[in-house]
T-cell receptor
Framework: KQEVTQIPAALSVPEGENLVLNCSFT??????LQWFRQDPGKGLTSLLL?????REQTSGRLNASLDKSSGRSTLYIAASQPGDSATYLC??????????FGAGTTVTVRA | KAGVTQTPRYLIKTRGQQVTLSCSPI?????VSWYQQTPGQGLQFLFE???????NKGNFPGRFSGRQFSNSRSEMNVSTLELGDSALYLC????????????FGSGTRLTVV
């Protein structure tokens, strides 16, 4: 059974600082890994999708890396803004037609 | 194109009642998955449907059921509601072809009183 862990559980930074969010998983036999953002009481917004054959994926200020062999992914958010305040979730997809989620990292960016 | 649509957005039900939630996936997507999100348990997988067939089911009691129609729309049903069923129920749609990702709806907030 896939176990996904996200550290830290919460993070508070001043505006402009770079964010580093970590995700680890126990079973390296994944097809891909997806990072999501969730605002309070809302659904999930997909940020980045990294295929198992890729090492990283970038979109604007966001960059995600994947090291499948060590079971780790890192999401970097450059030059954080108050609008980046949200909960960030990582999820792996394996061959069982479901996503396995971490508990998330709640980010607060102070103006 | 339109995203994943979940209805209703909010529901308040009484213990013992039953409820049906609806999900319309992105046009062309044939897979619909359902997840339950609670503060204590996080996001938990309920079931996944592809072309009207359930391919996987999570560890939930039989009170939780679902189905998918020929147009890929899906419904989930919870019978004999319990207070612990209060949660945000999220639906995800995917193309289910190749190395696909998932797109989530805004969710249905169910409160059982």
């Amino acid at each position: 059974k896939q176990e996904v862990t996200q550290i830290p559980a919460a993070l508070s930074v001043p505006e402009g600082e770079n964010l580093v969010l970590n995700c680890s998983f126990t079973d390296s036999a994944i097809y891909n890994l997806q990072w999501f953002r969730q605002d309070p009481g809302k659904g999930l917004t997909s940020l980045l999708l990294i295929q198992s054959s890729q090492r990283e994926q970038t979109s604007g200020r966001l960059n995600a890396s994947l090291d499948k062999s060590s079971g780790r992914s890192t999401l970097y958010i450059a030059a954080s803004q108050p609008g980046d305040s949200a909960t960030y979730l990582c999820a792996t997809r394996s061959n069982d037609y479901k996503l396995s989620f971490g508990a998330g990292t709640t980010v607060t960016v102070r103006a | 194109k339109a995203g994943v649509t979940q209805t209703p957005r909010y529901l308040i039900k009484t213990r013992g009642q039953q409820v049906t939630l609806s999900c319309s996936p992105i046009s062309g997507h044939r897979s619909v998955s359902w997840y339950q999100q609670t503060p204590g348990q996080g996001l938990q997988f309920l079931f996944e449907y592809f072309s009207e067939t359930q391919r996987n089911k999570g560890n939930f009691p039989g009170r939780f059921s679902g189905r998918q129609f020929s147009n890929s729309r899906s419904e989930m049903n919870v019978s004999t509601l319990e207070l612990g069923d209060s949660a945000l129920y999220l639906c995800a749609s995917s193309a289910a072809v190749g190395n696909y990702g998932y797109t989530f709806g805004s969710g249905t907030r169910l409160t059982v009183v």
